[in-house]
């Protein structure tokens, strides 16, 4: 079994990835994160056309000659899917974190052009099937993750994979400080995933009141719902959270679950569930919905990138 950390798989000096955020991600962000010896990627998603999306990776290469990558949806509810593909290709990102769906037309593209390709996964059963058709790592998606998460705790997850598979295992959720990263490390991770605690930064693009909330609620206000899109979300327990619900009422549990429309009513939700995190992100409203994971208990201010990789890096 490889003992690779991703500070081998990608000639970095610490083996921390800032996690592609939707909506935050950005090049500011990237920037910071190289300048400090980790990486970082952008959801091709946060770019409403190609041209922006090919302007943010010039930025970024104008600053830094570091890895850095982008994470692409690689689904059939991605329409823009094909054409971010081929611009991430066209200009050589180091890496692609694939996410949603099959990762196989990417792997198969990327493997000649030397771009690394990591799987998000969230169990043994789909980390093997993307080690079989070429993956060079997986992201091991836990239930400390922030917005999408999976369904088990980091060290068991990580565990579970160590003995199934062959290839790196990069741990995503909980993580907001050095000590994390050494226990992952410890656990057999080979590098980590770190989200969340990045929201609350100067760099950030959402809200001020999105920021304000990350650094006023703590571990205990965030909770899982399958009320936004169908699949579990984290989210801070605000009072418009508790007051839809974080489960579907028996209307929607029927219309999600019915042979005849099950497959168009998850769409719709997915859709309008997405809608609703990006009005919040960016307005603030009464009805505000701001994902965050368990590891906002540790952000206490809002500060720079810098300063808040100083924490991950420095016991």
């Known amino acids: 079994m490889t003992e690779k950390t991703l500070s081998h798989i990608l000639n970095i000096k610490h083996p921390i990835l800032m996690a592609p955020m939707f909506l935050v991600s950005n090049a500011d962000m990237i920037i910071s994160a190289l300048e400090m010896g980790c990486t970082g990627a952008i959801p091709a998603h946060n770019y409403r056309t190609d041209r922006e999306l090919r302007q943010a990776i010039h930025e970024v290469r104008k600053k830094s000659n570091k890895p850095f990558g982008f994470n692409l949806i690689v689904n ?19 890496f692609i974190i694939t996410s949603l769906g099959s990762p196989h037309e990417v792997i198969e593209r990327c493997k000649p052009l030397g771009i690394k390709v990591f799987c998000d996964v969230v169990d ?59 226990s992952m490390l410890e656990f057999g991770a080979a590098g980590v995933s770190v989200g969340t605690i990045f929201i609350a930064s100067h760099e950030s693009p959402v809200s001020s009141e999105y920021k304000q909330a990350l650094v006023d609620f703590g571990t205990g206000d965030i909770v899982k719902t399958t ?66 994971g368990p590891a906002i208990g540790a952000i206490s201010e809002i500060r720079s990138v810098k300063e808040i990789i100083q924490d991950l890096i420095e016991a």
């Open 124 to 182: 043994v059963k789909y980390a093997k099937k993307v080690e079989n058709i070429g993956a060079d790592a997986v992201i091991a998606v836990n239930s400390d993750a922030g917005g999408h998460c999976g369904g088990f705790k980091a060290k068991e997850l990580i565990q579970q994979l160590k003995k199934e598979i062959n290839i790196p295992i990069i741990s995503a959720g909980g993580v907001s400080n050095a000590h994390d990263v050494k």
């Open 76 to 94: 059939k509810s991605n329409p823009k899917y094909r054409k971010q593909l081929i611009s991430l290709l066209d200009l050589k990102v180091d």
């Open 227 to 292: 009320k936004l899109t169908g699949s579990p979300l984290t989210v801070i327990n605000t009072p418009y959270v508790q007051k839809i619900g974080t489960k579907a009422n028996l209307l929607e549990w029927l219309i999600n679950n019915s042979p005849q429309t099950k497959k168009y009513a998850k769409m719709l939700l997915a859709w309008k569930g997405m809608q609703k995190v990006q009005q919040s992100a960016f307005k603030a409203g009464y009805d505000n919905v701001w994902c965050a």
